[in-house]
């Protein structure tokens, strides 16, 4: 028989149009009825934990309707689409299955929706049944899909089972699903494909056994008419070791044991099912039945059965403050089921006493528990409380109880005597404040409360009893700036001290809030605009900023990287909240170093101390290999960046391991690389400066981007993010990014024979994002090499411009030595020092000849970085680029003396490039 193409209106017909065509079996004991909306189908029943019934009726109403357990209707979840398939789960989610939208949607006890299974509308096509067990797993019920749907708790896909057959484990329209938990098994009802002698293979019925898992184990049901046979298998439920399975073409259920030997049919003659379709067994045994053609739901009961009644559902005591204690009051405790009725009471005042707190009820005599007050200590005013009875079944009566202490002589008494309030023109209303009013005296005291100016002094009620709290509210969205009074009178008729008034005052202003979040309690900042303000600290709030335009600029502290500047509109009755995150400087841990020249093409990481950790060759040719380190990432932990001067580009981890790779255009040339958190998202980001010799585009022969780098699934990728600069200029640069200004924001610098520039970034600009500051020209002797760090820790970074100038004095000069220099190609002396320049391009003061007592010729390459965390970057110096030139590393203090610290490394020969490390 090939798999039929299942439309929506025949699953329904499956459901909701098998007409009763009479029956001959024997019914279990009839209870009673509970009569549903008319002109529709109540469908599928589920029972919580206390009893109640949850119907769904997906014709006409597309509804949900709430039971009690006494049949008596007590909510309704209006406006569902088609909801056929309900459960509910141990935490009171009830989970709807909506055949209209194809969906199964969650809902909160209080019916407020939570989310849908799997991928919401269509995930399933009809969702008929659900059922969830005791680990949280959701089982659905695909009919027009023949399948069965697991979800996880938080409603994500588990696994599926099943899909069209006639096999075991597969399945022909599934309708109901039903878990015997203990056996950790479950059982679906199926109309199975049935080979019928006369009219071939038709639709059948069984009942199919799985495990959790969707494993199959085994399957039950005879098709035909007849005792123990099924013809339409609608509903299922397990209760206590047995099958309950509604037959909606012979109107009864059949009772069958876990192994699917038949045992007996529930009916009643005189109260026949119409097309029964859900079926549910509550813990006090008694079966509900959709009779979806009446409409109504049957209850049957089973053999020892229970039903609880509590009566009264509400007592009320009065006493007199200090007086005697009031008679007890009964509660009558009834069992009209046929099993015997085990129950538990608890209170939740301790005001409150039982006789008892257990007790077993049959169903000829009803149990008597007597209620009583515990008046000692209570003061005058009113007391609720609640007992609960809960039976052995889940079912819980409550029961409210009052207790009135009556007071001797009122006195009137009210606090605060006087309210004000303040809010900001056009912003939110400013939130309530109460008056609390008090019987400072005996006996109940009665009191109303009146306010003079309704057009703006509101109050939530105008009487009760005390003690009372009044809310108070100020209505100042309309109001214009100003000060504005009121009066609320308190009136206790008999009371001492009445009337008595609390004066209202309320400041309407003409100003905007401003709040400004930061990580660190030592934290400072300075606000200037219209008005000038200043705060400290983590949170920092006022709420009387003038309006207009700002600027914050926070301050330094030492041993971090401050917030950066920003700009900001205060408006009246808005508020505007600043996220200041101070961020640590890290210490380097590490010194890195890159081949000098062009016949090395080593990378080395060492100690600060000199000692080689690992080394790699990023490059197959020996190049000079410029060497940077930053926090690409994130993560806390530096990445090395490394280019071979020419137009490759490569990010490594400390172990070194490529990361990722780029090749810039083949007509690029002398890669420079820059790293500095341009978008102040607390990760480095990647600058390239190169020469551009392809000569068509004369007006971007120097050309300066940003590279975007990222690394997820064990895979990193490098690329080009944007142009940031270009200009007609071809002689060969060095670039670096600092924050030269304090603003919190990064800078960049360029540097070459003929001048030192620096420049503002501005990623939102449509062309060059770079805008000069500050240029310095020059005549030096060769290439420039520049970096920024923060010397002094004052949060503003230092430039050191390493160079080749020609010695008046005949002399190299060096920081602690002061050896004569070598002769230039002309006889002329030179000297290679690092300049340390300000942020503003000034001078500092303080020149640094590193290599000056060895002779050492070319521009030092130079890096800072934070060497004995003291919050002050220290100035490391390499060897500069000449076949003559060792691969030395030396350190100097922020001061510019040479800490002794020599490292020799193994690049090259030919100098080497220099660059802290942070790593973990």
């Known amino acids: 028989m090939a798999q039929k193409t299942i439309s929506k209106n025949f699953l329904l017909a499956v459901i909701f149009l098998f007409i009763l065509a009479g029956n001959a079996f024997a019914s279990s004991t009839w209870l009673s009825s509970i009569i549903g909306a008319s002109n529709d189908v109540p469908t599928r029943i589920a029972i919580d934990k206390e009893g109640n019934l949850y119907v769904t009726q997906p014709r006409t109403k597309n509804n ?112 109901d699903i039903a878990i015997d938990e203990n056996a950790g098994e479950l059982y ?25 898992n969707g494993t199959f184990i085994r399957s039950f049901g005879q098709y035909g008419l007849g ?14 070791g047995r099958v309950y399975v509604s037959d909606g073409f012979q109107a009864l259920i059949n009772v069958y044991d876990g192994n699917g030997n038949f045992i007996e049919s529930i009916y009643d003659t005189a109260h026949q099912l119409k097309t029964p379709i859900g079926v549910a067994v509550g813990k006090d045994k008694r079966v509900f039945v959709s009779s979806s053609n009446e409409p109504s739901i049957e209850v049957f009961g089973l053999p020892g059965y229970t039903t609880m009644t509590v009566s009264p559902l509400a007592l009320s005591f009065e006493a007199e403050e200090g007086g005697t204690t009031p008679p007890m009051q009964d509660l009558t405790i009834t069992n009209s089921g046929e099993g015997i009725l085990n129950w538990i009471a608890t209170s939740d005042s301790n005001w409150l006493t039982l006789s008892q707190t257990t007790g077993v009820t049959d169903n000829i005599t009803p149990s008597i528990l007597s209620l009583g007050i515990k008046m000692a200590g209570l003061a005058a005013g009113t007391y609720s409380g609640a007992v609960k009875i809960t039976a052995d079944s889940g079912a819980t009566d409550t029961i409210t109880v009052t207790l009135t202490v ?34 400072a005296g005996q006996g109940e005291m009665n009191w109303t409360a009146t306010a003079d100016q309704p057009a703006w002094l509101a109050i939530n009620t105008t009487s009760g009893t005390a003690p009372s709290t009044v809310s108070v ?20 008729p008999g009371a001492q001290g009445s009337p008595a008034s609390v004066n209202v005052n309320l400041r309407v202003i003409y100003a905007g809030t401003v709040k400004v979040i930061t990580n660190l309690d030592s934290a400072g900042f300075d606000i200037t605009g219209p008005s000038a303000y200043s705060g400290t600290g983590t949170e920092w709030a006022n709420d009387e900023i003038t309006p207009g335009d700002y600027t914050i600029t926070f301050r330094h502290i030492t041993g971090y990287i401050k917030p950066y500047t920003r700009t900001f509109t205060v408006q009246t009755g808005k508020e505007t909240t600043i996220d200041g995150q101070y961020r640590a400087k890290t210490v380097a841990t590490h010194i890195i170093a890159g081949s000098g020249g062009t016949k090395g093409k080593t990378v080395e990481v060492l100690t600060l101390a000199g000692e080689p950790v690992t080394s790699f060759k990023p490059f197959k040719a020996p190049e000079t290999i410029r060497v940077a380190a930053g926090d690409l990432d994130g993560s806390g932990t530096d990445k090395i960046v490394v280019t071979d001067r020419k137009r490759r580009v490569k990010v490594y981890t400390s172990e070194g391991i490529e990361l990722a790779s780029l090749e810039l255009p083949e007509w690029y040339k002398n890669t420079e690389v820059a790293l500095g958190d341009i978008d102040n998202d607390g990760k480095a980001d990647i600058i390239v400066g190169a020469e551009n010799d392809r000569h068509s585009e004369k007006g971007e022969r120097r050309i300066i981007k940003l590279l975007s780098y990222s690394y997820t699934d064990g895979k990193g990728e490098l690329k080009e993010k944007e142009t940031l600069f270009t200009e007609d200029k071809d002689e060969e640069f060095t670039i670096a990014a600092g924050d030269i200004d304090g603003d919190g924001i990064i800078e960049l610098m360029t540097a070459d024979e003929k001048s030192v520039r620096a420049f503002k970034i501005d990623l939102s600009a449509k062309d ?51 050896e004569k220099g070598q002769k230039g190609e002309e006889g002329k002396e030179e000297k290679a020092i690092i300049k340390i320049l300000k942020g503003t391009g000034e001078e500092y003061g303080l020149e640094i000849n590193a290599y000056g007592d060895l002779g050492y010729e070319k521009p030092s390459t130079v890096a800072f970085g934070d060497i004995d965390g003291d919050g002050a970057d220290e100035i490391i110096a390499g060897a500069g680029q000449d076949e003559r030139n060792e691969g030395l590393i030396r350190i100097f203090e922020n001061n510019g ?12 020969k030919f100098g080497v490039n220099v660059s802290p490390g942070r790593f973990r």
């Open 64 to 175: 949900l309707l709430v039971y009690n357990r006494h049949g008596k209707l007590i909510r309704t979840m209006y406006g569902l689409n088609g909801p056929i398939g309900v459960a509910i789960g141990s935490d009171a989610k009830i989970y709807i299955g909506n055949n209209t939208t194809d969906s199964v949607d969650v809902y909160n006890a209080d019916f407020s929706f939570s989310h849908q299974l799997g991928s919401g509308n269509g995930e399933v096509q009809t969702p008929n049944s659900i059922a969830i067990s005791s680990s949280g797993l959701i089982y659905v019920v695909d009919s027009k899909g023949h399948l069965i749907k697991a979800y996880n708790p938080d409603g994500s896909k588990a696994f599926t089972f099943g899909g069209w057959g006639k096999g075991n484990g597969q399945f022909n329209v599934p309708l």
């Open 227 to 240: 005792e123990g046979r099924l013809l339409r298998p609608l509903g299922i439920a397990f209760k206590d």
């Open 406 to 439: 009556i007071a001797p002589p009122k006195i009137l008494r009210i606090k605060p005597s006087s309210l004000s309030f303040k809010a900001q023109k056009g912003g939110p209303i400013p939130l309530s404040q109460t008056i609390t009013i008090e019987n």
């Open 188 to 212: 679906i009802t199926d109309l199975g494909i049935y080979t019928d002698p006369a009219n071939g293979q038709t639709a059948g019925a069984r009942v199919q056994v799985f495990n959790l």
């Open 473 to 492: 509210n100020a209505a100042s969205s309309l109001m214009d700036a100003g000060t504005y009074t009121g009066t609320i009178t308190i009136a206790a």
């Open 897 to 908: 003396t040479f800490t002794n610290t020599t490292i020799k490394t193994t690049v090259s």
């Open 768 to 818: 060059n994002k770079l805008t000069e500051i500050w240029a310095i020209k020059g005549d030096y002797e060769e290439i420039p090499e520049i970096a920024t760090g923060d010397l002094n820790d004052d949060g503003i970074a230092e430039i050191a411009l390493s160079v080749a100038i020609e010695d008046q004095e005949g002399e190299k000069e060096h920081s602690n030595k002061g």
